[in-house]
């Protein structure tokens, strides 16, 4: 019995973290009450990218009634895996996927090869042309230039990837040390992996009132103090 622990253990080390999403794309669309807000994920997409904004609508939705929001993910695969082996099983790929209200398009190291996916790219365009608000973080802004969205627009992303940002979309104005830009009424851009997280919660203030945004940071307790911490 031990052995088999033990070898249990090695194969459980070696296999992905999976999220599994629980909706289907068959049965999601448009609605007068909730938003339907997709993620896209890619394979080295940035964890807390995906998961930061996940989990605020997600929340958001579940503190409301009727729910504000609904949270789907499509895939630019079938099984992409982020950053450190996370694992998501989406819903459906980007291509069948129905309208949405809300795009959010993570960041990380994958997004580089995506630059070069055309099919994607006009994806993305069309969606940015139809949706009510699109948002990118960290490097998702290297996708959305790519795209052509931020051509002449106020835009920003990780730190690290100033230099790429305006090389991507010369036109564009790059803007340094801020948490997040409304780059167009229905585009905002955001700056590195946590700052996913506050733009999030901006949206849902916005769409959804400052109660729902006051209930989603109190049920995720959000905002960490310094003061109430307890060190030793």
């Not at 994607?120 to 940015?128: D, E, H, Y």
């Amino acid at each position: 019995m031990y052995e088999l622990v033990k070898g249990l253990g090695r194969i459980a080390k070696r296999l992905p973290l999976m999220l599994v999403t629980d909706s289907t794309c068959a049965g999601q669309g448009r609605s007068d009450v909730t938003r339907q807000v997709q993620i896209l994920a890619f394979d080295g997409m940035e964890v807390l990218d995906y998961a930061g904004p996940y989990e605020v609508f997600n929340v958001a939705g579940e503190q409301t009634s009727p729910a504000a929001f609904q949270v789907q993910t499509v895939g630019v695969s079938p099984r992409p895996v982020g950053r450190g082996g996370f694992g998501v099983v989406p819903v459906c790929q980007y291509s069948e996927a129905p309208p949405a209200d809300i795009l959010v398009i993570p960041g990380g190291r994958g997004t580089r090869p995506l630059m070069r996916d055309q099919a994607l790219l006009a994806w993305i365009a069309g969606r940015a042309a139809g949706a009510e608000l699109v948002m990118t973080v960290c490097t998702g802004a290297l996708l959305a230039a790519a795209a052509g969205l931020l051509d002449g627009l106020a835009a920003t992303t990780h730190h690290g990837a100033f230099g790429e940002l305006e090389r991507a979309a010369p036109t564009a104005t790059v803007v340094r040390s801020v948490r997040f830009v409304r780059s167009a009424p229905r585009l905002y851009t955001s700056a590195g992996v946590s700052a996913g997280v506050d733009l999030a919660l901006h949206v849902v203030e916005e769409l959804a009132g400052g109660e729902a945004r006051a209930a989603t940071e109190a049920e995720m307790e959000w905002m960490w103090d310094r003061d109430q911490a307890l060190l030793s």
